[in-house]
């Protein structure tokens, strides 16, 4: 069965630092995907990156990097020069092509930057 | 502009009462999704549907229905058999995945805040 787990409730990170947030899953499907999501306070959804499993570089969009380490099945996001507005919930998720085409969510990560 | 819209953003609830979210998107996306989000807590799935007139449901279905009559909505009701309907209501659109590449992301409305009184 697809699972995702997010084992940190809640981070704490000094402004301009780096951090990192931890994602693993579980899927028996060979071809899957794994996105990342911020919800800010105001509820709405943000895409921010995504990795394939077939893809043989890790990820990157600007200050946000995937670290995927397929064979322990993990996808931790890695936000470098962490800025105040970062402080939200993150999301990790997965979607694999067992044609069922639903996304998966884990159970979130609040960060909270602070000055 | 291209999207999901979803109205109300927020909605008031008797208790007993059948109460319908809408859910519109304009992104020509085959896959349409709704998401039930507790405080502190992740997504999770309610209903999602892949074409006209077909949905599946998901892990929380029991007290919603759908209905997709059209590819541009897909609207949720909130049943009186719901015991607990106090959360907060995501709707998402995708494309279905190419090449068997689940690489597409999601998209998502702005929600809709469910209260019973």
């Known amino acids: 069965a697809q699972k995702i787990t997010q084992t940190q409730p809640g981070m704490f990170v000094q402004e301009k630092e780096a951090v990192t947030l931890d994602c693993t899953y579980d899927t028996s499907d060979p071809s899957y995907g794994l996105f990342w999501y911020k919800q800010p306070s105001s509820g709405e959804m943000i895409f921010l990156i995504y990795?394939?499993?077939?893809?043989?570089q890790n990820a990157t969009e600007g200050r946000y990097s995937l670290n995927f380490q397929k064979a322990r099945k993990s996808a931790n996001l890695v936000i470098s020069a962490s800025q105040l507005g970062d402080s939200a919930m993150y999301f990790c998720?997965?979607?694999?092509?067992?044609?069922?085409?639903?996304?998966?969510f884990g159970t979130g990560t609040r960060l909270k930057v602070l000055a | 502009d291209g999207g999901i819209t979803q109205s109300p953003k927020y909605l008031f609830r008797k208790e007993g009462q059948n109460v319908t979210l809408s859910c519109e998107q304009n992104?020509?996306?085959?896959?349409m999704y709704w998401y039930r989000q507790d405080p502190g807590q992740g997504l999770r799935l309610i209903y999602y549907s892949q074409i006209v007139n077909d949905f599946q449901k998901g892990d929380i279905a029991e007290g919603y229905s759908v209905s997709r009559e059209k590819k541009e909505s897909f609207p949720l009701t909130v049943t009186s058999a719901q015991k607990n309907p106090t959360a907060f209501y995501l709707c998402?659109?995708?494309?279905?995945?190419?090449?068997?590449?689940?690489?597409?992301?999601?998209?998502f409305g702005q929600g809709t805040r469910l209260t019973v009184v």
């Open positions: 998720a997965m979607r694999d092509a067992s044609g069922t085409y639903k996304y998966i």
């Open positions: 990795q394939g499993s077939y893809d043989q």
């Open positions: 998402a659109s995708s494309t279905i995945m190419s090449g068997r590449r689940p690489n597409t992301e999601a998209f």
């Open positions: 992104l020509n996306h085959d896959a």
